[in-house]
């Protein structure tokens, strides 16, 4: 059964900026991103299947882009405040910046599967790998993640 | 620490995460007319500041009328952002953060001024009662009135719906900070209303706020004292940001993006140069550009925006261009160019996307040159600069490079290949006229590689302002005046963009008036007059303002300031280090109006055009070399 978009969104909202928390660990662009990925899946509502997991993955991609992005957005926002006594977020949990570290499948193993809950198979879809090479992932990621909190 | 450990240490990292705002100091704050630069920085701050539900905004008293405000308020000169919707009940237009959803609905709260409906489109009207949906408004609060100072546009920049709540909280906890809520003094506070949010085991209290204030902050922080998880969102928030200082010096950043190689016989690489961006600016800051390209074809449309602040505040001066689209579709496509909340501008039209913003001519950049018998080859691969004016006016073809796709411009000076790598950065491939025959060749020869190595900081110089005696009486010729009809008035233009009605202006122009001069035109609001002008007239640094008629063009006989030797026998290529010197300065804080090759009888060099004769102009083309010509478009009168 179609659902509309309103029903959808409230449905969803909390979730998605959850798992978007996971991927970034910040959750004023985890906001931005959630809602963003929320309005991906809502305009193609009707012909989306499974809008659960397509959200899912939708969150997941629009992360990595983020990730992918950040390190460039971050030198230009400090060039565009040269001068300007900002602030720039620097997380001051030791755990966040460990995680941060992480390569991104990585990190999307671990913080999905322990902290959001999702399945294996959950997250392999996600990913766009096998469930196999998501418990790879989890296992090769806790030892890096353990690295990077010893160094 | 074992693994177990470690996981319940991430989880409780990842529930502070989730649960911590925005912090307050992050946010660069405000008063004063900014560049456009600090406009759109100060505006994306904004936006961040709203989704994490914190503000910091430096406030001012207010009025004590219980009934509208007491609560500081950022005063009548701070411009405002927020998200509401309008409602008229009958009594005069109202903004409204809840609606209750009733037909016809109900809600209007903050009295509005110079806002008429005309102003936005898609209200709905039943029994008496108008309202829109929620849209993205900007304007002033004096207390009393919030006074519309654009055109309020959609889609809202708020999310309207709740942070997230507190995991493992239950919903008694919850209600008890709603009770809380409720009893502090809403209508004084401002405070538009709250709500519980339960969800999956988490639960809150949000407070949605009109503004942010000390006292609204020293109330909810007393709530929080008490235990009670409770989180506000303040529905406008302000859109300047302040450009307090700019230093002399600032350490360059190092580079890191998408690379390439090319595999070609005969070529030899010279060494990658990196070079940082971007030092501060004075006002009134760097053009901005911005591309729109057309999703309904492959090659449906470009649309290009060189949006130039002008000196002393007001509306930037905005030039278009397009390729691959009729003038009319432009033309509406450029009634849909509006202000942005996160971004300088925005195209309301579902069919354009936004492919490319950054400033003009001002990015960080990492450029490799191979040079063979026949010509040279160079890789630029940097910020968004405006490549994509590459294509206007030019012919280009799609091409796909290394995987990705991308355009091959013919331009005077030899084909340039354009494309956007997988890091976001912009590429261009600018190969010499020599080599134009081999484009598919040497784009074919193209394969990524790694970054090409750590490139030592530096440090890099910034323009200082323009010194110029605003009691001096300046004299000089410009292209033509212009008033685009946009409250800006007439504007001093030195050179037109090409289109009906013209586009152009660049510097406020005072004590002028039509009946000056002969000939102007008039064409949807736009009055213009594109014919040389001499002008005598004194510069305070932000307006030229008339001391005597208008006169034809003046000549002059020493508006050449430096004539280098002009290199002979030198190719255009050779002229690089002085173009690339020259893009580096700060142009528009030294005053320049254009810069350009300058290659003539086997001679060349940079040509470059100036307002004024300065010390600092004099100080930056300096370290250009010899080969330079410098025009200055004023001189001292006497």
Request: net charge negative; aromatic share 8%; glycine share 10%.
């Amino acid at each position: 059964m179609a659902i509309d978009f309103d029903t959808f969104y409230r449905t969803h909202r909390a979730d998605a900026v959850r798992w978007a928390v996971a991927l970034v660990g910040r959750r004023d662009v985890a906001e931005d991103l959630a809602q963003d990925a929320l309005d991906a899946v809502g305009r193609k509502l009707a012909g989306i299947d499974d809008p659960a997991a397509y959200l899912r993955r939708t969150v997941v991609n629009r992360c990595a882009s983020w990730h992918r992005s950040n390190a460039r957005a971050r030198r230009r926002e400090a060039r565009a405040n040269a001068g300007v006594p900002t602030v720039y977020t620097q997380s001051t949990d030791e755990m966040l910046d460990a995680l941060a570290r992480l390569s991104y499948q990585q990190r999307a193993a671990i913080t999905l599967r322990y902290w959001a809950d999702w399945t294996d198979d959950q997250i392999a879809d996600a990913l766009g790998c096998a469930p196999a090479t998501v418990r790879v992932l989890l296992h090769r990621g806790i030892a890096e993640l353990r690295k990077e909190i010893e160094r | 620490m074992n693994d177990d450990e470690m996981i319940e240490r991430m989880r409780a990292a990842l529930d502070e995460a989730a649960a911590t705002p925005v912090p307050s100091d992050e946010m660069p704050l405000v008063t004063t007319a900014p560049s456009a630069r600090g406009r759109w920085m100060a505006v994306a701050a904004a936006v961040a500041l709203v989704a994490g539900g914190v503000a910091a905004i430096a406030l001012n008293r207010g009025a004590d009328d219980a009934t509208s405000v007491t609560a500081p308020v950022p005063g009548p000169e701070v411009e405002l952002v927020g998200t509401a919707a309008i409602i008229d009940e009958g009594d005069g237009p109202k903004l409204a953060v809840e609606i209750l959803a009733s037909l016809p609905p109900s809600g209007g709260v903050i009295p509005l001024s110079g806002f008429d409906w005309s102003m936005v489109e898609g209200e709905q009207s039943v029994d008496g009662t108008t309202w829109t949906d929620f849209l993205t408004i900007n304007g002033t609060w004096d207390g009393e009135v919030f006074t519309v100072t654009r055109r309020p546009v959609e889609p809202p920049i708020i999310d309207r719906a709740a942070g997230i709540p507190t995991p493992g909280c239950d919903e008694a906890t919850a209600t008890a900070a709603s009770d809380a809520v409720a009893t502090l003094d809403a209508p004084a506070l401002l405070i538009s209303g709250w709500r519980i949010d339960t969800t999956d085991g988490r639960c809150g209290t949000e407070v949605v706020a009109w503004f942010d204030s000390a006292e609204l902050r020293a109330a909810i922080d007393g709530l929080r004292a008490q235990g009670h998880d409770v989180t506000v969102t303040h529905t406008f928030v302000a859109v300047q940001g302040e450009q307090i200082n700019t230093t002399t010096t600032m350490p360059a950043l190092v580079g890191v993006g998408s690379w390439y190689e090319l595999d070609l016989p005969g070529f030899t690489a010279e060494e990658a140069v990196y070079t940082p961006c971007c030092p501060p600016t004075v006002a009134p800051g760097p053009a901005t550009v911005m591309a729109w390209r057309s999703l309904e074809a492959p090659d449906g449309g470009l649309l290009t925006l060189l949006a130039t602040p002008v000196l002393g505040g007001g509306p930037p001066t905005l030039v278009y261009a397009w390729t691959d689209m009729t003038d009319e579709r432009a033309q509406e496509l450029q009634a849909k160019v509006v202000p942005g909340a996160g971004l300088p501008y925005v195209l309301d039209d579902l069919t354009m996307e936004l492919v490319g913003i950054g400033f003009a001519g001002m990015g960080e950049l990492t450029a490799q040159r191979y040079t063979s018998a026949d010509g040279t080859i160079e890789l630029r691969i940097g910020d968004y600069t405006g490549q994509y004016d590459h294509l206007i006016d030019a012919e280009h073809r799609p091409v796909t490079v290394a995987g990705l796709p991308g355009y091959v411009v013919d331009t005077p000076a030899g084909p340039v290949v354009l494309w956007q790598p997988a890091s976001g950065d912009w590429a261009e491939l600018i190969i010499s006229q020599g080599l134009a025959d081999r484009v598919d060749e040497i784009v074919a020869a193209l394969r990524t590689a790694p970054w090409p190595g750590e490139f030592t900081p530096t440090t890099v110089t910034v323009a200082t302002p323009t010194t110029v005696l605003p009691s001096t009486e300046y004299r000089g010729n410009v292209g033509g005046i212009i008033d685009s009809g946009d409250g800006r008035g007439p504007m001093l233009t030195f050179f037109w963009l090409d289109s009906l009605p013209p586009q152009g202006g660049s510097l406020p122009l005072a004590g002028f008036d039509w009946d000056m001069v002969e000939g102007e035109q008039t064409l949807n609001g736009v009055t213009w007059i594109d014919e040389p002008l001499g002008l005598t007239g004194t510069f305070d640094g932000t307006t030229f303002t008339l001391t005597e008629p208008i006169a034809g063009p003046f000549t002059f006989t020493d508006d050449v300031l430096t004539y280098g030797t002009l290199t002979a026998g030198c190719t255009e290529a050779d002229t690089a280090p002085a173009r690339a010197a020259l893009d580096a300065l700060d142009q528009q804080a030294l005053g320049l109006i254009e810069s350009s090759d300058y290659v003539w009888d086997g001679h060349c060099g940079v040509q470059v055009y100036a307002m004024f004769d300065t010390p600092e102009l004099r100080a930056a083309l300096a370290t250009l070399g010899d080969d330079v010509m410098v025009r200055i478009a004023f001189q001292p009168a006497d």
